[in-house]
């Protein structure tokens, strides 16, 4: 399986980011996905993750700013951040069942 990032970039404080991770093989569906992102200096941490039968769990730090979503026709994964905060600079990562991971998008924000 291999895991692929995409969608960071810079943004100002407030806007807005979709990131998407695409998954090859076959095994995406049963299998629960997340996100994870790391900032300068810190450890990796947990962002949120959404079971195979769709239920979402967010960190405190982002609930009610993002969405994670699936389309599994695709075998993608997607996390919505909106009202982005400069705290949320980061390499953000996917990752399938907590055992594969894709190599990061960066994400910026700032003015």
């Known amino acids: 399986v291999q895991l692929q990032a995409s969608g960071g970039g810079l943004v100002q404080p407030g806007g807005s980011l979709r990131l998407s991770c695409a998954a090859s093989g076959n095994s995406f569906s049963a299998n629960p996905v997340g996100w994870y992102r790391q900032a300068p200096g810190n450890p990796r941490e947990w962002v949120a993750s959404?079971?195979?039968?769709?239920?979402?769990n967010y960190a405190p730090s982002v609930q009610g700013r993002f969405t994670i979503s699936r389309d599994n026709a695709k075998n993608t994964v997607y996390l919505q951040m909106n009202s982005l905060k400069p705290e949320d600079t980061a390499v953000y990562y996917c990752?399938?069942?907590?055992?594969?991971w894709g190599r990061g998008t960066l994400v910026t924000v700032s003015s």
């Open positions: 990752t399938l069942r907590g055992t594969y």
């Open positions: 959404l079971s195979r039968n769709g239920a979402a």
